[in-house]
Structure formats: structure tokens, C-alpha cells
RNA sequence: GGAGGGGUUCCCGAGUGGCUAAAGGGAGCAGACUGUAAAUCUGCCGGCUAUCGCCUUCGGUGGUUCGAAUCCACCCCCCUCCA
């Protein structure tokens, strides 16, 4: 089986621009392609795993992939998709996104002897000359051709600068500029970046008389169709300061019913035959196809250790063992606690962001300790609730928290 | 540059002098029901507090007024049309 057609299985592929010859050359040869990410915030998200998903397939099937920090095309920033301008960003929150872009990368792909290749985009951007630049490649470009796209179409009401209006021009330089360098042929990306793509295949193909092939992968949405990986936190982020792994594996874990199997094709390597099995699973059974996407995702992306820590910690709280040890934990010493009220240490512990809040969620009868829900708001924490060494706070069904006391 | 229309709480969006912490919807949180799901119904949803108390908020600054998101002046930003 090909790559092309593994990925098809799984549900990626959106959109190629010549499907047969990319379905045989993907089969035939090993090609070198590309996907850019843009590092416009200081973590990875999910978003962006199902695009490292995609090369790690390609990867697995000896194709080598570019990862291309998008540090030069960040300083002009990308309008597809978007409603309003984004905030301009600096050069060193750029540069500084990028490296922590590069760490986060490195474990999806090898590598190793040049296998994968890591390159940033401002090496060759940042120094064009404007002219020169018009006269090369703007050329190319025909206005009216760009304006019937889609990514600019839905601009033409709110308004779109003169700088994001080039961001197509730029992104196309960048697969001409891989096509030359490395031989890339090939360029992927979101389904919303399909006039991006289309525009830098066009260009190599009448620059250098070349083929160049381009194809888009679904955007991670939900089965009523919006976009997966938001959280009351906002993205769900790969980096463990930003979402935590036992969070992470929580979202998964707690997914829609409907979206499960899709998950567990695009998210994990699971074969098939068992993505088909556990997604057909009904009624409460589905639950196991959830642990299962939970575990196999967190791991992926936080390893091994830190999936069993966030399973079993869910173990420990829904599923009776009682190994509390990797539950979201606040440490305190009794003299933070012990006379204290119970909403005043609450804000501490990241359960609520607010006294208020906190003393709301008391008055809808929303916070237990242990398995008594707190009715009081001004509920003072005694000495004798301290003995045991720790307590239990629960919000909800499902947030707990543990406060341990040290002495 | 000219003419017109706008900038409201996380988002959309009502609000043209006191009854406005500000309608409605969405998102979010909680309760009931469940399977740590969905749908549905209910409550909450700026901050601090003893619920009726105070503080902060309606692009910015300065005014008018007992009192302004609402009126005036200037400024900034966005949109549409014209150049």
C-alpha cells in the first residue's frame, strides 16, 4: 500500500493538484516535500500535530520531508483564514517562536543523516531586494486571478493590506526557492492553504519548466464541522507548560462520540482494521476507543511516561484505583491552609480564576471536597481536615484536584 | 485628500442622558439526565465583598451635566464610495 493511499484511508487528503501522477509518483520515487509552519505563537498545537502526523506517514514511507519554519513569511503574516489582520509580531517573538517551534518538531521525525530537513524561510526572505523581487516573481502573478481566491475573496469585505495581499507571493517563492535548493517537489499544507500552494506549484512549473505537485489534508474539525482543539484555556498546545499532559489526555478522552474514529485514523498509527473496530464500538462501550485515542495521542506527543502518568491518574479518580500520585496536585504547608477559607485558597490550586468565581460555583453547588459538596461559602479549612496529609477537591464531575499538605 | 458609516463586556451584537455591569445569541462553567459522550432543560457568566455595598469597563484624551456607553471638542483606528 501506498502512501498516498494510507493517507487516503485515514481521511487526510482534501485536495491534490494532479491526483494520478502524485498517486504514482508517491508509490515510484522518493520525494522531497515540504509543509511551512508559520510560528506565531511560542507552542505547537494541535493543529499543527496533524500536519507532522502527515509527514511522519510520508517519513515512514522513505520520502523526506522539510519542515519550514516560516520566520520570514510570519513578518507578513498569513490572511488565509482569517477575518481581521493579525497583530504584527517582531522579529525576536518570531525567531524566538521558531526555536521553541524546532524543539517540539524534533520528535515526530527523524532527523538524523539529513532524513528530514529543518529550514527557515527568513534565510532567504528577509534579504530580497524589492525590485528585483517584482520583477522575478511578481510577474508571475496576475491581480485579478488572486482576487478570485478563496482566502482573499472573504477579504474583500473586511478589508485586506497591501502587506498580507503578498503573503501568496511570498509563500510561493519559498517552494521555488526549495525546488532549487533541495529538489522539493512537493508542497503540503491545511486545507486552507490550497491557493498558496496552487500559486507556488504555478510558479516553479513557469520558472523552471518543472513538475511541482501540491496537496491540502483536512483541517481537524468536528463532525458538526468546527474546528477541534479549543479548550476554555484556548488551544489545546503541545507544549506541557501550556496544556498539560493529564488536560491533554482529558480532551481526548472526553471527545465526541461522532469524532472518535476520525481521531484515531488521523492521530494515531493505530492500523485500520482497529480504528474500524473501536470506532464502531456503541453505547458506553465507545469508552474504551476514547482511553485508547487518549493514551495513544498523549503519547505521541509527550511520551510514553507521561501518558501512563495522565491514564493512570485517570484511572485513580474515575476508575477507583486509588494511586493518587499523578493527579493534578497544589502542594501547601498547613500554615496556608488550616483556618483558612476553602474560597481562598481555591484560585491557588488554577481550579477557578476567581474568588467570585469560586464562591459562584459554590452557591450552584459545584465544588466538593472529597464527596461532600461545599455548601457554605465562607467554609473555613480545620485542623482536622488537614490530618490526613491531603484533600480532594472536586469542580464539577470531572476537574479534581489534589491539595497536599506538607509539613 | 473628500463624502458617508463604524469602534460596546471572550466573540457576534442591542443600547442615543439616570430604571445600564449594560438586551439577545454564541462560547464557557455548574446543576439534572448520562457513558468522564451527545442532545435537552435549569442556574451562573467584569472584580472585590455580608445578595441589595464598593470599584473598574463601552477606541483615546479633555469637556458639558447633579448624573454620560449615550451630548460636545480634538485625536487614533476600521469599513464603503470618490480621487
Redesign the pocket.
Known sequence: MSVYEVLEERGFIQQVTHDEEVRELLAKEKITFYIGFDPTADSLHVGHFLGMMVMAHMQRAGHRPICLIGGGTTMVGDPSGKTDMRRMMTREEIDANGERFKKQMQRFLDFAEDRALMLNNADWLLDLNYVEFLREIGVHFSVNRMLTAECYRNR??????FLEFNYMLMQAYDFLELNRRTGCVMQLGGADQWSNILAGADLIRRKESKPAYGLTFTLLTTSDGRKMG???KGALWLDPEKTPPYDFY?YW?????ADVANCLALLTFLPMDEVRRLGALA??E??TA??TLAYEVTKLIHGEQEADKARQA??A???GSDDLDNVPTTVFTPADIVGKRII?IL?ATGLV?????G???I????LYIGDDKVDD??CVIGEAAVSGGSLMLR?????YHRLVIEK
Open positions: 474583500m469585505e473586511k478589508g485586506l493590506t479549543k479548550t476554555e482529558q478522552r472526553n471527545i465526541d462520540d453505547g458506553s465507545i469508552n476514547k482511553k485517570a484511572e479518580l474515575f476508575g481562598d484560585p480564576a476567581s474568588v467570585g468565581e464562591r459562584r460555583l452557591a450552584g453547588g459545584g461559602q465562607n469542580k464539577g464531575k470531572k476537574t
